[in-house]
C-alpha cells in the first residue's frame, strides 16, 4: 500500500463525492419540501450536460477561448436544465399534490423514461466527446500528477454552491419560505407563504445544481450519452439518503462518503462489482438506518 | 348551458394567450436538445429549424387538451365530493353486465384457440411474449395492485426463472417441465428472501431498494462469468419437448404458445381466487391503511411477504418459459426499464384489475409490434402513458370494482312503526 495510490484514491473519491454532492442537493430539497422521489432529477443532470454540450460545440466552432466556453455553457446548461425542471414539476408532480405517493413515484418515473428517450431520439444513442473546457493551469503544475486542474475545479465550484446555497436558505425570505413549507405545509400557506412558489423555486435551484455537476463532470470524462442520467441520479440518491434525506449538510456527507467509499473499493477490491456495491450500500442503509446519518427520525401517523 | 360556457372557456381569447405561451415556452425548452446538432470530432453543426415548427404547434395544441382534461379532473374530483354516488363507466357496467360479458368472453375463448390455426408464425411468436407479459404483469399486479407495494427489481425475478431453466439444463441438462416448477419455487424463495429485509420500509423507500435489488441480481449476472456465462449469455436453451418428442419449429412455436395459453388461464384463475380469499383481502387491507389492517388483527409482516413472494413465483414461471421460447438469453433482458415496462402494463390496465391488467399488457406488448416504423418511439410513449395515467386516471382503463356491502337494514327499521 504505497501513500501515492491512496492519495490518488481519495482524491478519486471527492471528485466522485462533490458530483454526487451537486445532484443529491436536489434530491434532498426536493424531499424536504414535497416528500417526493424525485427519480427523474439524473435527467435534469444529463440535459444539463447534454446542452452545456450542444453550446461548448458551438462556440469551440467559433474559436472562443476555453474559460469563456466554460462559463457561458455552465451557465446555458443551468438556465436550460432549471427551465426543464420547472416544467416537469408542473406537468407530471403538481397536479399529483393530493394524490398517493406512489403515484407520484410512477409519474416520476415515467417522466424519467420519456426525458432518457427524448433526448435518445433527439440527438444520438451513442457516447458523444465532450470538449475538454478546463485548461490546466500553471500554477498547480507541482502536484498535476495527482490531481488535474479539473478536479480542482470541481472541489473548489462544489464548495461555492454549498456554501452558498447555504447561505440562501438561512438568511433570504424564499429560504426562510422553503424552511417553513418543510416543516409542514398547511401552516407555512397559513401564515402566507406562496407553496406553489416555494416547491417551484425548489424544483429550479435543485436543477441548477445538477447542471452544474453535469457540465464540470462531463468536461472532467470527456464523454456523455444519454443514459448518464440514470446511474448519477440513483447513486446521489444514495448519498442524499445515507445523509439523510431532507437535509442539506447530510447531503453533502453522504456525498462525500459514498465517493470515497466507491474509490477505495474499486481501487482496493474490485472494480467489477463497482456498481453492485452502490446498491449494496444503498440497501444496507435503506434497511438499518432509513433516516441516515444526520436524518430526523421519522415514524407514521394515522 | 353548462355545455356553451365550457366552449367559451375553451376557446375564448384568453385561452389562446395561454396557449401561446404554452407554445413559445416548449419551443424554447426544446430548442437546443431538437434543433441543434452538433458533431464535435467533424466540427459541423446541423440544424433542425423544422422541428422547431412542429413542437410548437404540437404545444400549442395539445395546451388546449392538456387544459380541458385538467377541469375534467377537477370537477370528477368536486362531483365526486358533492354526491357519494358510486359512478360507474360504460366499459365496468358492461363488463359486470353477464349478458355482454359471457358472449364477449366466448369470443376471446375462441380467438385464442383457433389463433395459431389462422395466423403466421411470426404472428404466433408476437402473441407468445404478449402472454409471457399478462401473465408477469398478474403476478406484479399482485404485489403493487393488491398489496400496494411498489417494486421496481421485478425482472429480477423474471431474470431468476429465465437462469434457473438456461443454467439447470446447461449443467445438468434437466428438461423444461422439470425446471418450469423449479423456476417457479425459485422465484418464490427470491421472493421471501428480498421481501424480508425490505418489508419495514415505507412504500417509496421500498421501491428503490427493490429496484437496488434488482439491479444488483442483473450485475451479479454480468459480471460473475464462470456462474452465469457473463455479458455474452446463453445460447441454444433447448425448447419444451411434447411428450419426450422434438417437435418441428412451427409445430413447436405452437406448441408453447398454447402453452402458455394454458398458463395464462391458470394464473388468472389463481389470482382471481387468491384476490378473494383471506389473504387477498388482507392484501387489499393493508394497501388501503397499514395501522388498521394491524389493529384489525392482521400479520403485516406475513401478509406482505406472501404478496412479495406468490407475485415473484409467477415471474420465475414466465422467466422459464421465456428463455425456453427465446432460446437465448443474457443479463441485458433484465434491466430496471423492463421492470418499468411491466409496471407500465399493470398501471395502464388498471391496478387490481385482472381484466385491466390482461389488457393493459396485451396492448402494451402488441401495439409496437404491429407499428413497427415508430417502433424506437415505444420508450417514449411508455413514458407518456406512465405520467398521464398518474395524472388523469389513476385507477386505469379498467378500474377494478370495489366490493360494496350496503346495510340494507336500516330502511326496514326505519320504515316500521
Not at chain 2, 34 to 62: D, K, P, S, Y
Not at chain 2, 142 to 162: E, K, R, S
Not at chain 2, 379 to 394: A, Q
Request: aromatic content about 14%.
Amino acid at each position: 500500500m504505497d501513500l501515492e495510490y491512496f492519495f490518488e484514491l481519495f482524491l478519486g473519491g471527492l471528485t466522485r463525492g462533490s458530483i454526487y454532492a451537486l445532484i443529491a442537493l436536489g434530491y434532498t430539497m426536493v424531499y424536504g419540501i414535497v416528500e417526493l422521489i424525485n427519480f427523474a432529477h439524473g435527467e435534469i443532470y444529463m440535459i444539463g450536460a447534454f446542452t452545456g454540450l450542444i453550446v461548448a460545440g458551438l462556440l469551440t466552432l467559433l474559436g472562443w477561448p476555453a474559460l469563456a466556453i466554460l462559463v457561458i455553457a455552465s451557465i446555458a446548461a443551468m438556465i436550460y436544465s432549471c427551465a426543464y425542471g420547472w416544467t416537469m414539476e408542473k406537468i407530471a408532480y403538481k397536479p399529483l399534490r393530493k394524490a398517493p405517493r406512489l403515484s407520484a413515484l410512477i409519474s416520476a418515473i415515467g417522466m424519467s423514461l420519456f426525458l432518457q428517450n427524448y433526448v435518445l431520439l433527439a440527438q444520438t444513442p451513442d457516447f458523444l466527446p465532450f470538449p475538454n473546457l478546463i485548461p490546466e493551469f500553471d500554477f498547480l503544475e507541482p502536484i498535476e500528477h495527482i490531481a488535474r486542474s479539473s478536479e480542482i475545479l470541481i472541489y473548489a465550484v462544489t464548495a461555492v454552491v454549498m456554501v452558498t446555497l447555504t447561505l440562501l436558505i438561512k438568511f433570504t425570505r424564499m429560504g426562510k419560505a422553503m424552511r417553513a413549507t418543510s416543516q409542514d405545509r398547511e401552516m407555512a400557506m397559513l401564515v402566507g407563504v406562496n407553496v406553489n412558489r416555494v416547491i417551484s423555486m425548489t424544483f429550479i435551484l435543485g436543477s441548477a445544481t445538477a447542471a452544474l455537476g453535469g457540465v464540470l463532470i462531463a468536461s472532467h470524462i470527456g464523454q456523455i450519452n444519454y443514459y448518464i442520467g440514470f446511474l448519477a441520479g440513483i447513486k446521489a440518491f444514495v448519498a442524499a439518503v445515507l445523509g439523510g434525506i431532507g437535509s442539506m449538510p447530510g447531503a453533502v456527507i453522504g456525498s462525500l462518503v459514498l465517493g470515497w467509499s466507491e474509490s477505495f473499493f474499486t481501487g482496493y477490491i474490485s472494480s467489477d462489482y463497482e456498481d453492485v456495491f452502490a446498491f449494496l450500500f444503498l440497501v444496507v442503509i435503506l434497511i438499518f438506518r432509513p433516516s441516515g446519518i444526520l436524518g430526523r427520525k421519522e415514524s407514521d401517523k394515522v | 348551458m353548462s355545455e356553451i360556457s365550457e366552449h367559451k372557456i375553451l376557446f375564448g381569447w384568453e385561452e389562446i394567450k395561454k396557449s401561446l405561451l404554452t407554445c413559445i415556452w416548449f419551443m424554447f425548452l426544446t430548442f437546443p436538445i431538437m434543433v441543434i446538432q452538433v458533431n464535435t470530432i467533424h466540427r459541423t453543426v446541423e440544424w433542425r429549424w423544422e422541428r422547431l415548427f412542429f413542437v410548437g404547434a404540437g404545444a400549442f395544441l395539445l395546451s388546449f387538451l392538456w387544459r380541458y382534461m385538467i377541469r375534467r379532473k377537477e370537477a370528477g374530483i368536486k362531483r365526486e365530493e358533492t354526491a357519494q354516488n358510486t359512478h360507474q363507466d360504460l366499459l365496468q357496467r358492461l363488463l359486470s353486465n353477464p349478458r355482454f360479458s359471457r358472449p364477449a368472453l366466448a369470443v376471446a375463448v375462441l380467438f385464442f384457440l383457433t389463433f395459431p390455426l389462422v395466423f403466421s408464425l411470426y404472428q404466433i411468436d408476437i402473441m407468445t411474449t404478449a402472454l409471457i407479459y399478462v401473465v408477469v404483469a398478474l403476478g406484479l399486479n399482485i404485489v403493487v395492485g393488491l398489496a400496494g407495494l411498489l417494486d421496481l427489481g421485478y425482472v429480477a425475478f423474471f431474470a431468476v426463472g429465465a437462469y434457473t431453466y438456461a443454467l439447470l439444463n446447461v449443467h445438468f441438462q434437466l428438461g423444461f417441465w422439470i425446471c418450469l416448477p423449479i423456476g417457479g419455487a425459485l422465484g418464490f424463495l427470491f421472493g421471501v428472501l428480498l421481501g424480508f429485509p425490505v418489508l419495514r420500509l415505507r412504500g417509496d423507500y421500498l421501491a428503490i431498494v427493490t429496484l437496488g435489488f434488482g439491479e444488483i441480481i442483473r450485475l451479479v449476472l454480468e459480471n460473475w462469468n464462470e456462474f452465469s456465462f457473463g455479458p455474452s449469455g446463453i445460447a441454444n436453451i433447448p425448447r419444451p419437448g411434447f411428450m419426450g418428442m422434438d417437435l418441428a419449429l412451427h409445430q413447436n412455436h405452437t406448441y408453447i404458445y398454447y402453452l402458455m395459453v394454458g398458463l395464462t388461464v391458470f394464473t388468472i384463475f389463481v389470482v382471481r381466487r387468491l384476490q378473494d380469499s383471506r389473504i387477498g383481502r388482507a392484501w387489499t387491507a393493508l394497501r388501503e391503511d397499514e395501522i388498521a389492517c394491524q389493529a384489525m388483527g392482521i400479520n403485516k409482516t406475513r401478509t406482505k411477504l406472501s404478496a412479495f413472494a406468490i407475485g415473484a413465483t409467477w415471474a420465475g414461471m414466465g422467466g422459464v418459459v421465456f428463455a425456453a421460447k427465446t432460446t437465448f438469453i443474457n443479463p441485458a433482458s433484465f434491466t430496471i426499464w423492463e421492470s418499468v415496462i411491466i409496471l407500465c402494463c399493470v398501471v395502464l390496465g388498471g391496478m387490481g384489475s385482472i381484466i385491466g391488467v390482461v389488457a393493459g399488457a396485451l396492448v402494451l406488448k402488441l401495439l409496437p409490434e404491429y407499428f413497427r416504423a415508430f417502433s424506437e418511439y415505444r420508450m417514449l410513449v411508455f413514458g407518456t402513458v406512465l405520467v398521464l395515467m398518474m395524472v388523469f386516471r389513476p385507477s386505469g382503463l379498467i378500474s377494478s370494482v370495489r366490493r360494496v356491502y350496503r346495510f340494507e337494514g336500516r330502511n326496514k327499521l326505519e320504515g316500521q312503526p
